[in-house]
């Protein structure tokens, strides 16, 4: 009786997803400026309420907004046709493939998808690398003074246009050419800006900060920690005066023992 019950339900859903019929129309491709919309088609073998709500979907940084809810009395044998109007593709977008989606919620669960392209140029993207090395095999955040510190980015754009500016802790400023070295001179914060530009992709701007400290500092820094383990283990004369009084405890205690032991 179960069985039955079961195919019984199943062939009804069947019915009901070969009731209702969707259709999406949507651009293959949406450029700077423009806004994405898409047109829709819904119908019916039979009169029946449905609740749905269309939206668009990206994969990339670009937010889904509240899903708009909605419910229509379709009529058989007619078509209603409906509009999606989107956000506006802005230069912040990346290019990317996205989705739009129609959901049917009710009477069945159903979900109809088209793919189109957002067509605008990629981000020049860079890491910008202080180093101590020309080869830049040894990347370090903290320099020594008078130590040569060497510049560098990377990239898999290749042929990228770039300007850096350094600007030194006293705030002067240098402008230079990646990659570079320079000498550490002065002591305490260094920041680098990069521009990164290239026909066919965004401009973008990248900022990283290192360190110089004088080898004073280190060695200050060094002595202080010996100087507080000395300083946190006793000195070896009391260690001898300890060792000293644990030894005659020892032999009281084994002798009051042994006197103990022959009174019994």
Same mark, same amino acid.
Request: proline share 4%; glycine share 2%; net charge positive.
């Given at each position: 009786?179960?069985?039955?019950?079961?195919?019984?339900?199943?062939?009804?859903?069947?019915?009901?997803?070969?009731?209702?019929?969707?259709?999406?129309?949507?651009?293959?491709?949406?450029?700077?400026?423009?806004?994405?919309?898409?047109?829709?088609?819904?119908?019916?073998?039979?009169?029946?309420?449905?609740?749905?709500?269309?939206?668009?979907?990206?994969?990339?940084?670009?937010?889904?907004?509240?899903?708009?809810?909605?419910?229509?009395? *379709?009529?058989?044998?007619?078509?209603?046709?409906?509009?999606?109007?989107?956000?506006?593709?802005?230069?912040?977008?990346?290019?990317?493939?996205?989705?739009?989606?129609?959901? /049917?919620?009710?009477?069945?669960?159903?979900?109809?998808?088209?793919?189109?392209?957002?067509?605008?140029?990629?981000?020049?993207?860079?890491?910008?690398?202080?180093?101590?090395?020309?080869?830049?095999?040894?990347?370090?955040?903290?320099?020594?003074?008078?130590?040569?510190?060497?510049?560098?980015?990377?990239?898999? /754009?290749?042929? *990228?246009?770039?300007?850096?500016?350094?600007?030194?802790?006293?705030?002067?400023?240098?402008?230079?050419?990646?990659?570079?070295?320079?000498?550490?001179?002065?002591?305490?914060?260094?920041?680098?800006?990069?521009?990164?530009?290239?026909?066919?992709?965004?401009?973008?701007?990248?900022?990283?900060?290192?360190?110089? /400290?004088?080898?004073?500092?280190?060695?200050?820094?060094?002595?202080?920690?010996?100087?507080?383990?000395?300083?946190?283990?006793?000195?070896?004369?009391?260690?001898?005066?300890?060792?000293?009084? *644990?030894?005659?405890?020892?032999?009281?205690?084994?002798?009051?023992?042994? *006197?103990?032991?022959?009174?019994?």
């Amino acid at each position: 009786m179960k069985k039955i019950i079961i195919f019984l339900i199943s062939i009804l859903l069947v019915s009901q997803v070969c009731a209702l019929s969707a259709e999406i129309i949507v651009k293959s491709e949406f450029y700077l400026g423009e806004t994405m919309t898409f047109d829709y088609t819904l119908s019916s073998e039979k009169n029946q309420k449905i609740v749905y709500s269309a939206f668009i979907e990206c994969s990339k940084d670009i937010p889904i907004p509240l899903l708009d809810i909605k419910q229509k009395e *379709l009529i058989a044998g007619s078509m209603v046709k409906e509009s999606y109007i989107g956000i506006t593709v802005e230069d912040l977008f990346e290019p990317q493939v996205c989705k739009a989606n129609l959901e /049917i919620f009710s009477p069945v669960k159903q979900t109809f998808t088209k793919e189109f392209l957002i067509i605008t140029q990629p981000k020049t993207k860079i890491r910008l690398l202080s180093c101590k090395t020309p080869s830049c095999s040894q990347k370090s955040k903290t320099f020594i003074l008078r130590e040569n510190i060497y510049l560098d980015y990377s990239s898999s /754009i290749k042929d *990228l246009s770039q300007t850096a500016t350094l600007t030194y802790p006293d705030e002067t400023t240098r402008s230079l050419t990646l990659p570079t070295s320079i000498k550490a001179t002065q002591t305490g914060t260094y920041t680098l800006e990069v521009t990164a530009s290239k026909e066919s992709y965004k401009t973008t701007t990248q900022t990283t900060e290192f360190a110089v /400290i004088s080898k004073n500092a280190n060695i200050q820094e060094a002595d202080l920690q010996a100087q507080k383990e000395i300083s946190l283990s006793p000195p070896p004369q009391t260690q001898k005066y300890l060792i000293s009084f *644990l030894v005659i405890i020892a032999i009281a205690i084994t002798i009051f023992l042994l *006197l103990r032991k022959k009174k019994k």
